[in-house]
T-cell receptor, first 115, second 113 residues
Framework: NAGVMQNPRHLVRRRGQEARLRCSPM?????VYWYRQLPEEGLKFMVY????????ESGMPKERFSAEFPKEGPSILRIQQVVRGDSAAYFC?????????????FGPGTRLTVT | SQQGEEDPQALSIQEGENATMNCSYK?????LQWYRQNSGRGLVHLIL?????REKHSGRLRVTLDTSKKSSSLLITASRAADTASYFC?????????????FGTGTQLKVEL
């Protein structure tokens, strides 16, 4: 059973460009979470999605950031017009459906560098 | 202090010694989880303890939870150099069928030979 997959692992973008980060959850998992980690800090929740639905986006910046989890394919975190402050590691986690299943399994992360 | 704040921030011990890390949080929780992160890598889930549990073991790991004090501790016994990593506690509150995690700033553990 493959773990959570994220790609790319490293992404370099110039200011003003768009960044697209992809996440494929573990097989059988229908809940996806995105977190951001700034250098020397813990992870901060951004958004929680189920298939075709955004459930909680309370941690998402109001502008330039969007996320989706389509019926088919990976979840996408999209950052438009990137700025240097967007440089961080972005982690995706997935968990199985159903009550009482709360462990989240993390992908290896995408390290975004904005130059 | 923030939800899920670890103490100490950094810890350096000799191989074979025990390492204890503490985590404090502010709001009521459903579960508390501990994760390990090696430098520049993703997070590895170590252990989950539910709010109605007081202690849990997994191999060389022992986790305690005191909901009255809103604190948890992670004990790694007989540490190894491979245990060198950052350790994070994360708390959750169930919302809408899922659970977003609130992470602390982590404890950096260094185990020296």
């Amino acid at each position: 059973n493959a773990g959570v997959m994220q790609n790319p692992r490293h992404l370099v973008r110039r200011r003003g460009q768009e960044a697209r980060l992809r996440c494929s959850p573990m097989k059988g998992h229908s809940h996806v979470y995105w977190y951001r980690q700034l250098p020397e800090e813990g992870l901060k929740f951004m958004v929680y999605l189920q298939k075709e639905n955004i459930i909680d986006e309370s941690g998402m910046p109001k502008e330039r950031f969007s996320a989706e989890f389509p019926k088919e394919g990976p979840s996408i975190l999209r950052i438009q017009q990137v700025v240097r402050g967007d440089s961080a590691a972005y982690f995706c986690a997935s968990s199985p459906a159903g009550q009482g299943r709360y462990e989240q399994y993390f992908g290896p992360g995408t390290r975004l560098t904005v130059t | 202090s923030q939800q899920g704040e670890e103490d100490p921030q950094a810890l350096s011990i000799q191989e074979g010694e025990n390492a204890t890390m503490n985590c404090s949080y502010k709001t009521s929780i459903n579960n508390l989880q501990w994760y390990r992160q090696n430098s520049g890598r993703g997070l590895v889930h170590l252990i989950l303890i539910r709010s109605n549990e007081r202690e849990k073991h997994s191999g060389r790991l022992r986790v305690t939870l005191d909901t009255s004090k809103k604190s948890s501790s992670l004990l790694i016994t007989a540490s190894r150099a491979a245990d060198t990593a950052s350790y994070f506690c994360a708390t959750d509150r169930i919302t809408g069928g899922g659970n977003k995690l609130t992470f602390g700033t982590g404890t950096q553990l260094k185990v020296e030979l």
